[in-house]
């Protein structure tokens, strides 16, 4: 499952460093440099009960970041969404939270339309956010503003939030990839990354999906220098999934078609 993400003026959307807070003017109708995305967009908006019981069973120790992809229900529901997001970084910055990453999306298969990766000190935290007043009142907006979403918790363990987020930073040239990946499916994730991008950070997941319609294991970060350098990890990855031609060969072949 991956997600190509152009990343450019869309800092202003990250949390300033000192505060460590969203800032309450966060726009989460985001335009701007757009994204391209290919997952399977889930038929419910909202986590349900037994899903969050199952996630209060896990493992409190570490802070997480929670995965969201958002589908809007058209103009009415980007504005909806965009009055529940107002109410939502209050609700976020008062039990700790962060924004890690914003960004919207280019030509998705699956209409997509936003991507954000939001921290928590814990998953206590997010549990306690939905028993704030404000926040359960503004949810209407949410249901009304989302025709699909994914929700998903990883855990920060080896970077902090600040540190997640400074390193996503990239210029209006760069690509970033989010891919939700299999644990059987990371060593080779891990050597595509290797050799077509740069891996940016991994996370492991830290419970089952609050909204999803699969299950993933983690959540992986990998910045391109272009599109023309995403096009040929793309190239590579094809190759070695059809396992038609060796990994180094198709780049081989590709920077001497470049030079």
């Known amino acids: 499952m991956r997600v190509w993400i152009v990343r450019g003026h869309l800092a202003s959307f990250r949390l300033g460093e000192r505060t460590g807070t969203i800032p309450a003017e966060t726009d989460f109708n985001t335009d701007g440099p757009r994204t391209h995305m290919t997952l399977t967009p889930t038929i419910e908006v909202n986590a349900s009960a037994a899903s969050l019981e199952g996630f209060a069973t ?3 120790e570490h802070p997480i970041v929670m995965v969201n992809f958002l589908r809007y229900a058209g103009d009415e529901g980007r504005e909806a969404y965009g009055r529940y997001g107002q109410v939502a970084a209050q609700s976020i910055a008062a039990v700790g939270g962060s924004l890690v990453y914003l960004a919207p999306v280019i030509d998705s298969p699956d209409s997509w339309e936003s991507v954000a990766l939001v921290h928590y000190p814990r ?17 209407p907006d949410r249901t009304a503003g989302l025709a699909a979403r994914l929700l998903y918790p990883f855990a920060l363990v080896d970077i902090t939030a600040q540190e997640a987020a400074d390193s996503a930073q990239a210029d209006l040239q760069q690509v970033l990839a989010v891919e939700l990946i299999r644990r059987n ?6 050597a595509m990354s290797a050799v077509a991008g740069e891996l940016v950070f991994r996370l492991a997941a830290n419970g089952p999906g609050l909204v999803a319609d699969d299950r993933w294991d983690e959540l992986q970060v990998v910045r391109y220098r272009s599109v023309e350098h995403w096009q040929e990890g793309e190239q590579v990855r094809s190759a070695a999934e059809d396992g038609a031609q060796d990994v180094m060969s198709v780049l081989a072949g590709n920077r001497s078609e470049e030079s």
Do not use: F
Not at 124 to 129: G, N, P
């Open 123 to 139: 998953p206590s935290a997010y549990l306690e956010m939905q028993k704030d007043p404000n926040y359960s009142a503004a949810i």
């Open 58 to 60: 896990w493992s409190d």
């Open 185 to 190: 499916e990371s060593e080779r994730s891990d």
